[in-house]
């Protein structure tokens, strides 16, 4: 897949660093710190990644969402990959070029990284779940396509990825709108 230059040069600049950033080595992936999300919790989450209105309409509907425990390393890889340690909306464009530039600051995670993470499917409806959740800080991500492009091919430019931190505790059931805009 090929970018134009317009769009690396837009990449290129939405992943500039702080000079304290730059200066600070970018922290090691730790199975210890993560292993309180292990095993079965009592907590749910019941997600939604769909929004039709006229000043949004896109949808997750299909696709794969990825629940990961928050740690230092989530942290830094959310902070350079989205700008946020909260919740953004970016271009798919902007997501892999991030992901695939060779940069010391983005190591690449482990092959146990991937075994804290919990997944789930956005619905037809954009609606997802999680259940059996340990209390604690995530990190929500997923992809999201214009509505009414399910099953047909969208162009790349009009595909983005969103993240979202919540925080879930005490057996209850947490509502998280993928969609919903903080700012």
């Known amino acids: 897949m090929g970018f134009g230059t317009r769009s690396l ?5 939405a992943h500039l660093v702080s000079p304290a950033m730059a200066a600070e080595q970018p922290p090691s992936y730790s199975a210890e710190e993560v292993a309180w999300s292990i095993g079965f919790g009592s907590n749910i989450i019941d997600g939604s990644g769909a929004a039709a209105g006229p000043s949004d309409s896109a949808t997750c509907a299909g696709e794969e969402v990825v629940l990961r425990p928050d740690s230092l390393f989530e942290r830094h890889r959310n902070r350079i990959i989205f700008g946020s340690l909260e ?4 271009p798919v464009t902007r997501f892999l070029a991030v992901i695939n530039a060779d940069d010391p600051m983005l190591p690449v995670p482990p092959k146990d990284y ?3 993470a919990r997944r789930s499917h956005c619905a037809i409806d954009g609606k997802f779940l999680f259940t059996g959740v340990q209390d604690g800080e995530y990190y929500a991500v997923t992809m ?5 492009n399910l099953g047909k091919a969208s162009p790349i ?3 983005e990825v969103v993240m979202k931190r ?3 505790g005490g057996g209850q059931t947490s509502k998280l709108d993928l969609l919903h805009r903080d700012d």
């Open 9 to 13: 040069v837009l990449m290129a600049s």
């Open 87 to 90: 919740g953004a909306r970016i």
């Open 114 to 116: 991937e075994a804290v």
């Open 144 to 148: 999201l396509f214009p509505r009414g």
């Open 157 to 159: 430019d009009d595909i």
């Open 166 to 168: 919540l925080k879930v």
